[in-house]
């Protein structure tokens, strides 16, 4: 089959398109107003956009009467928010922050999930410094800055979405689901969207290595800055440009 989004009906009992890209990370997304009501929603797209540094981002589709999501005010108006892993265990809050709710209701207290402080990310909400709130009991939580914010337009009510994108300044894992000094995805089980109604949850994962890549690059797939770095670095000690270490790999 085949059909042109907004121009062509896809003769299918329920739209394709975001059954089509799948499986997507949850940006569970957690907020301070600037009157310092904590806030916390999930996100279905969601991802990491480059590691050195590392930044991320979320879209957030307005809501039916063309506002802004809650998130996406809070993050603009303090420069501030957070993600939090959304894992097997916790993927009832997860649903139940998802309800669309009055702007100001604490999502934490809806959803019978316990706060915890951010390092670095702190407001001030009249003349005292608050810090922004995250899932206690996520086992992987960063803290972000706000970069920048990217509207794409649509079709009305929903169709207009807001991409916000963050520095990522603070990383907090449990050193519970580490494994030889890795994130063990068999003990943080982390869900994500399918299409639909539908989550999956990640239980399994494999192993596969590029052939052919310099250091330099299988240190850019791991996301290893140091050692990114270094393999940059001992080129360059050799006379050898990035370009140049390319053409050598091929060959």
């Known amino acids: 089959m085949f059909y042109r989004p907004g121009i062509d009906e896809h003769g299918l009992p329920h739209d394709p398109f975001k059954g089509c890209v799948v499986p997507r990370p949850i940006g569970w997304i957690s907020t301070l107003?600037?009157?310092g009501q904590a806030n916390l929603a999930p996100y279905s797209q969601f991802n990491n956009l480059t590691f050195d540094p590392p930044y991320v981002m979320f879209s957030a589709n307005q809501?039916?009467?063309a506002r802004q999501k809650d998130t996406v005010r809070n993050t603009e108006a303090t420069g501030k928010f957070c993600w939090n892993l959304a894992t097997y265990d916790l993927r009832k809050a997860v649903n139940i922050t998802a309800e669309q709710t009055e702007y100001g209701v604490d999502e934490f207290e809806r959803a019978g999930l316990a706060k915890v402080d951010s390092t670095l990310n702190e407001i001030y909400v009249k003349g005292e410094k608050r810090k922004i709130p995250m899932v206690r009991d996520s086992p992987v939580r960063f803290?972000?800055?706000h970069y920048t914010t990217l509207r794409l337009p649509g079709a009305p009510p929903v169709g207009s979405v807001d991409v916000v994108i963050g520095r990522v300044v603070g990383i907090h894992i449990d050193e519970r689901v580490l494994t030889n000094g890795k994130i063990d995805t068999q003990k943080t089980v982390p869900i994500a969207r399918c299409g639909y109604y539908e989550y999956t949850a990640i239980r399994e994962?494999?192993?596969m290595t590029v052939p052919g890549l310099s250091e330099d690059m299988m240190a850019g797939l791991e996301g290893n800055s140091k050692r990114f770095q270094g393999a940059i670095a001992e080129n360059e000690n050799k006379g050898i440009t990035r370009g140049e270490?390319?053409?050598?790999e091929k060959k």
Do not use: Q
Not at 245 to 248: G, K, R, S, T, W
């Open 245 to 248: 270490d390319a053409e050598v």
């Open 205 to 207: 994962v494999f192993e």
């Open 33 to 35: 107003s600037p009157t």
């Open 143 to 145: 803290e972000c800055e």
């Open 63 to 65: 809501t039916p009467t």
